[in-house]
């Protein structure tokens, strides 16, 4: 094998965290300013007159210093009681950690079982809905875009079902690799509470979670007895609206998320989302290409954050990751829990654009390569005809 | 008045965040890592080998994407249970802050009050502990350096009345603005938990709190029902084991807490103290020059970290702030809940030195000047005397 | 003696390089791009079209990637012949270096001899050349800021001795270290190559020389027969109107450059300049209290951007300022040449505010007393009191 | 056409100034130190004690503030005296500039003519110095590798040629886009003055000159009678003796060499080579498969850091250019002077690896593709091919 030393930058492709860009970078390495001054409150007001956009919300949100797991955490605390019913369906590895985080809470927790190649099955849903007569399940809560397995779950249909039956569950959507790269439309859908976290398509490093927030989970607050202290929403709001935070914020992560929000939207929203379906494409030709399989089964759900790969038989994911960062200097997504092993995954999210794509599916398939894994065509060939036509 | 637009530098002389160094924010502006990968866990074993010294223990250190406040929350969740029983000393703003948060999360809080000018008061509380024969209190919270006030508490007192009534109440401390620069002695002590933030004397951004965890927490951490989830110790010491977090840390915190350590390392932890306490000697000495009162009484319990000043009768201390900030650039910290108004505070901690601490003071005496509060002498020179002399 | 380890920020007062501020750095710290570019010729465009205000001209200015003593070479070499005469009034250690390097490149070099403690004087100039009747000077030089002395020269008189008299020698000007601290009038006193670097009022890391350039200089450009390569104006003028170089630039110094440009016109440069008048005028009052004496003997010609200060017979200004760097961390200007040992210089120029100044004079202060140097008064009440009734 | 805005890195593959990493980027990120100060001594030392190894010298080596330009002009006014006859081999666009440079300044330039597709010719070369008996011929230049074309010179040959005449003229050499990519042999090849720029294979942005200098070189040096004066290697040298410089350097350019020598140091200079080699392989393979013509001739002369394209009769090479950059956000480097519209090329130098080299490729093909260039087959699948058998 040739030479290969780690010159040039390293290719950060996993789903998350993601490529930092610079501009976001410099951004944070500028000095902390006082919390409580007028500086720091107008960025504040600049960021929350901004942020609902990429949420598709006129509804407050909520920023924690904190990673996506305290948002999860939050947005159960915020409108749950003591041994409130949670039903989750199950679509991966971080459906079941939010499972396992809400029963650490004390919530009586329902998972509605799935293969982790499908997202949240509306019929199995509305089965099970439509036997909580009494509304006994307070909460529904899904991942929209299931990190794990590059599988989508539609929101819309999850929202539908709760309306044909009349269910008054709220809607809880994990949109945290999905926010700023697959449009997420909390107030289209009406979510209740949708959870995200910084260091995906937000493009920041991670150590800010997002709750954002309906008036029928402001309400839900108002009931709630869940015991809560640092996720609590009104003491925010109520400090938010002078600009301010109950406690100290984390300043240079909002510096980032500020100029973050002036990317976002300097490229448009719609471009944002176009562009990630695009290099998502052109990943699936690639793996198509490859002879592989991807763990994801119905083309409607395929994620355009992140491709979820099955490893052939008789070869270890891990490492075949391994080999890659070793001989490329490329970080790939590992497979989790009962994946692990047999996937690997491919971040094609946050502050991307072609040729670092081409990079990355080179790398892969340089990788497979050398790896022992013969390649049924060239994926990166295939790759290119998909940018070329699209 | 004449001219003084904002060039130069901005002074950050709150008591925290403070005044982030270069090599520091530097070190936060580098790309994000893979969280799972080989140099992320070199990364943080890297922090975890070294951190527990600046708490002054063996014990292990727990690190969460939070600020001082999630910490608060996260030391109570883990040792106690629904309705346990929490006694706080009343030492200002900070102390009622804990007092109000253990409240939201359903303990049973009982605050021995106090003046907001004097720490815990040992004899006070000897007095209380002794009357609880049946050992109900489970906890007892106290805020080493009260950053509202300027005032430090005898945490070897308080444990000394624990130990001398053999009372097993967990001994918990607020540590936030007293680490990196007061001496905590978590082990010297034989504090349970102590509590911290990344952004005083640690000399980050905030974005990260800390808990430090005796084996005494941790025992109490396996009985503890307090629902969890977030802030679990033991998923979080389990990853821990192996260089990762049971979720995306802040990972660009974690780049800037190990270049910290270093900074703290090369100066050495002794005379870090000694820095402080000698720049604050220097400020007591200014503010007794201006003849201004000091809110700390006692001078054995004098913080090395903020001084807290009284305004003399008829002016208010916040026209006073924004007017130093509007022609200094200086930012003050403010006089917090009942204090406001009435109560400024000098910052002189985290990574300062002699002549920032003269730039600082003698943006104060210019500010009372020209505020119309006349100096009985000057400050400067009685700050510049303090420094000669020590 | 106390404690005093370098935390906190180095205090780095000599008369240049100044005190990059943060924004300069950071705009620094951008990738290069393409100089043959659309975006880089934008980046030109921006700058060449907002750089002459600085120079106080409308002249073309052009920019080379060197140091100030590139650009004297520039001015010369561009304008003229082998062996021409160039008249240099001695104003200190930089007069004469320019006079030095003249003579290295073959010019017949007539220094007009001064004690270094004056500007250059229009009464010894107007006499020199009024015998120059043959009009053999070619060219007058005068450092408009001489940095080793805290000394300025009236550019305006010696533009009215060469009107006067109706010479035609060239004006030539070296506003190093008085560009972007003190008025530069290159129209106003038709100047024919005004000189420049970075490092100073420009708040740059040294590394860019200027020449702002008359259309009588340009004209002399013609018929210049010095031998010239990397400094000749028209190559660069040419590629300039095109928005690029004749050769790479030093492009992330035009990155900072531009930056420099926006944070001058933000302040203004009325108030750039009104600035350091106040810090001087503060610095000298300290030095007249410390009962020490300037360099420079007359107040008309105080510099606005260093002050250089005698140091008391039996002591080493060099010692002095070693014991500065090592208790204060703070580095001061030395005595240079003749002055070697018996001066140093207190550098208040740049992106400086009224609180570094005092930090910056509570180290002089501090480091006299502990040098052994009894102060007459003190230093920084009386700069404290010229800061209040500004 | 699909979608494409500039997310993502931009990629600056023009032959320099390449890609800057953020570990250099951050270092030139610090404050400004004094160029006078022990700080700074250690800083040069540092640097001149490991510079010479990457010119592969023993030989001091001169930095300057200055393009490399600046060091052509620097090496020629060092050793010559007015009038004298310089001898370049034409090799395109960049020894043009060299000869031209060398004009300006007085010298008797005489340019043996190529077609800029081959290196110098030592034939020729042989013939020509054979014939100067009286040795009139003082110096004779050469570029190593020759940006404008991707065409290396024999070094090493030249310096046959003029032993094997005995002839005494200097050698001087141009390696500023080899120096760092390609093995440069100062000492090996007893070149008398090597000149580099800091904008290429040493990885920094543009602003530093550097000379090599032979003892003989430093011989002539004494005798030489051009004019200079910034350019002066004496005062260099004696200073640089002292860890300073004879004017103020480019401080924060300096930070930045001194950790471009720690990575090339980190990695190797054989593997940087290596490296460098492999890239250039892999992207000539592109290049014919792609079906496009090389401007080098011989493979023996065939560039490690450039590859200059010929475009296919009736395409403009700037206009394909310009739609790769719009497109693609990639620069890629132009024909120059008479290859103006006629030829692009590939910049693989510098800080860069496999992947990024697989991005920079894919982005040529997709351009070719788009802009109506019919590739015979795909490029990225030969240089894979190229970078697997490696």
Not at 131 to 151: F, M, P, Q, R, W
Not at 209 to 226: E, L
Not at 375 to 385: E, F, V, Y
Request: negative net charge; proline residues 4%; contains cysteine.
């Amino acid at each position: 094998m040739g030479y290969n030393r780690p010159a040039g930058r390293h290719w950060l492709q996993i789903p998350g965290p993601t490529n930092v860009p610079d501009r976001i970078l410099r951004a944070m390495d500028r000095p902390t300013i006082d919390h409580r001054g007028p500086e720091f409150q107008d960025l504040t007001r600049h960021i929350l007159e901004r942020i609902g956009a990429v949420f598709g919300t006129a509804d407050p949100v909520v920023i924690y210093p904190s990673s996506g797991t305290g948002a999860w955490e939050a947005a159960l605390v915020n409108t749950l009681s003591p041994g409130d019913h949670v039903l989750i369906c199950e679509t991966g590895h971080f459906s079941n950690l939010w499972a396992q985080l809400a029963r650490g809470l004390g919530f009586e927790v329902e998972v509605l079982q799935g293969d982790w190649r499908r997202g949240a099955d509306s019929v199995q849903l509305e089965a099970r809905l439509s036997e909580d007569t009494d509304h006994a399940i307070k909460a529904l809560c899904l991942v929209h875009n299931e990190t794990s397995t590059g599988v989508t779950s539609d929101i819309g249909a999850a929202r539908e079902v709760l309306d044909a039956l009349g269910h008054p569950a709220l809607l809880m959507v994990d949109a945290v690799s999905s926010l700023g790269c697959i449009e997420v439309r909390h107030d289209g859908w009406r979510v209740d509470v949708t959870v995200s976290g910084s260091q995906k398509g937000l493009m920041l490093p991670p150590g800010l979670g997002f709750n954002a927030i309906s008036a029928t989970a402001r309400d839900a607050n108002r009931q709630a007895r869940q015991p809560r202290g640092y996720w609590d929403w009104q003491s925010i709001l109520a400090t938010n609206a002078q600009g301010m935070f109950p406690y100290t914020p984390a300043t240079n992560l909002l510096f980032a998320l500020d100029t973050a929000l002036d990317m976002l939207n300097e490229e448009g929203l719609e471009n944002v989302f176009a562009r990630h379906r695009r290099h998502a494409r052109a990943t699936r030709a690639a793996v198509d290409a490859w002879g592989l399989a991807l763990v994801a089964r119905r083309p409607e759900e395929y994620s355009s954050a992140v491709t979820a790969v099955s490893m052939p038989e008789g070869f270890d994911a891990d490492a075949f990751r391994a080999h890659v960062l070793e001989r490329f200097d490329m970080s790939l997504g590992s497979g989790l829990a009962k994946l692990q092993g047999r996937v690997f995954r491919i971040g094609h999210l946050g502050d991307f654009n072609d040729l670092a794509l081409m990079g990355t599916l080179a790398g892969v398939e340089l990788g497979l390569a050398e790896f022992g894994i013969a390649s049924k065509t060239s994926g990166i060939s295939a790759a290119m005809q998909t940018l070329k036509q699209s």
